[in-house]
């Protein structure tokens, strides 16, 4: 559905849950895999790398809601791509500047947020038609909602893999941690697991829902 | 075999350390173009080749970045000259196949925000790599990416035969498809050691 930009969406509590649940990023329209699988080995991974893009998110939302009328259409995904690669940048340097264990965790996954689909995605399907505010709490919803996906695969990587959480041991000394769950393919199975999960409550819904339908049709 | 060996970096980058099954490197493509085996091809030798380029403008880019000291704009112009690369490809190839430049479709000019393309630069700015180096390892990533592309395609070809419960058909069986892949990539681990 294409809006005239002129005429931006109305404020309310769902431009900010969309995000969470209905459009979930990750969940739902399976963008921006790479880091959910790269560094969610650890929760405290999977936390810094959902606030490092929700901070991109929400600057880039606020720079290309701002400049939507002076960015000519032609060039608009190469301005959305400076602009992002900008505050990647900048994040870059601060998280440099907080913590160089977690720099070196995250490895080159937080310069990556640069080719995070989600961000180009926000930026052309939404900042660039609505007003600031709608764009920054769009963002923040859609940032949020990373952020929690991101913890779902970290937690469990986390439990599984290690024994702990957040570094905190959970278990004490006698618990086997399941390996693999810490290496590249639990990465892939815990998504897949997720996503088994969305998509059988989904049907069961849609189920529900039909049933319904077909004996309110017969009364 | 020395670690920063020719044959080495090619090797790792190509089986051991998998940019998309140990990385995590260009999976949207991965997920999404690896549906057809003669399409996975193509997309394969398309990345290929934006590698090579891109991986040989990075390199004679950071030279002159790190001559002026200017590393803060490393990552901007590395965009930069992916998306002009890119956009070389997509002109080659509307040129010459207009038929797969339809079947690659949405995914040809996405490969821009391939993270494998701009991972493959970040990492070898990381590694320190002479421009040799650079070479064999953007050769090895490329093919590594069409390797783990063909395999995953060739055996979704097989699976849309299956009969598996609606939930988990779709993308949640093609992540388990992907993790099995990964388990058996890991074996490479211990090569060359």
């Known amino acids: 559905m294409v809006k005239d930009p002129r005429i931006p969406e109305s404020l309310s509590w769902d431009t900010f849950l969309r995000g969470l649940w209905k459009e979930n990023p990750v969940f739902v329209m399976l963008l921006g895999l790479c880091p959910v699988l790269a560094v969610t080995n650890t929760a405290i991974n999977a936390l810094a790398m959902g606030v490092a893009t929700t901070f991109v998110l929400i600057c880039s939302g606020i720079l290309v809601s701002s400049l939507r009328f002076l960015i000519p259409k032609q060039v608009r995904i190469a301005s959305y791509i400076i602009i992002i690669a900008t505050f990647v940048t900048i994040a870059d340097y601060a998280i440099q500047a907080i913590s160089l264990d977690l720099y070196k965790a995250l490895g080159a996954f937080i310069q990556l947020i640069v080719v995070n689909c989600i961000i180009l995605g926000r930026a052309e399907v939404y900042a660039s038609k609505n007003n600031i505010v709608n764009a920054s709490v769009n963002a923040l919803g859609m940032g949020v909602g990373f952020t929690f996906a991101l913890l779902c695969l970290g937690v469990v990587r986390e439990i599984l893999g290690n024994g702990s959480l957040f570094g905190f041991d959970l278990f004490g000394p006698g618990f086997q941690p399941w390996g693999i769950f810490a290496l590249p393919p639990g990465g892939f199975f815990v998504l897949a697991f997720w996503l088994f999960l969305f998509s059988a409550v989904q049907n069961r819904r849609q189920k529900v829902q039909h049933q319904k339908e077909t004996l309110e049709n017969a009364t | ?193």
């Open chain 2, 1 to 193: 075999m020395q670690p920063d060996s020719l044959t080495f970096i090619f090797l790792n980058a190509f089986i051991i350390n998998n940019f998309v099954l140990a990385m995590f490197l260009g999976l949207c493509p991965f997920l999404g173009v690896s549906g057809k085996l003669k399409t996975a091809w193509n997309m394969g030798l398309a990345v290929i080749f934006v590698m090579l380029v891109s991986s040989t403008c990075a390199y004679l880019i950071n030279g002159l970045l790190v001559r002026f000291e200017l590393e803060f704009l490393r990552l901007i112009c590395y965009i930069a000259v992916i998306a002009s690369a890119v956009q070389l490809v997509e002109m080659t190839i509307k040129k010459f196949s207009p038929t797969l430049f339809k079947a690659l479709g949405i995914y040809l000019p996405l490969i821009t925000t391939n993270c494998a393309i701009l991972g493959l630069a970040l990492f070898q700015t990381n590694r320190e790599y002479n421009f040799l180096q650079c070479l064999a390892f953007s050769i090895g990533a490329g093919a590594g990416f069409t390797l783990a592309l063909v395999l995953m395609a060739g055996l979704r070809e097989k699976l849309n035969l299956a009969d598996v419960p609606s939930a988990s058909s779709g993308a949640a069986l093609s992540l388990t498809l992907a993790g099995l892949l990964s388990l058996a990539f890991m074996g490479f681990a211990g090569l060359g050691g």
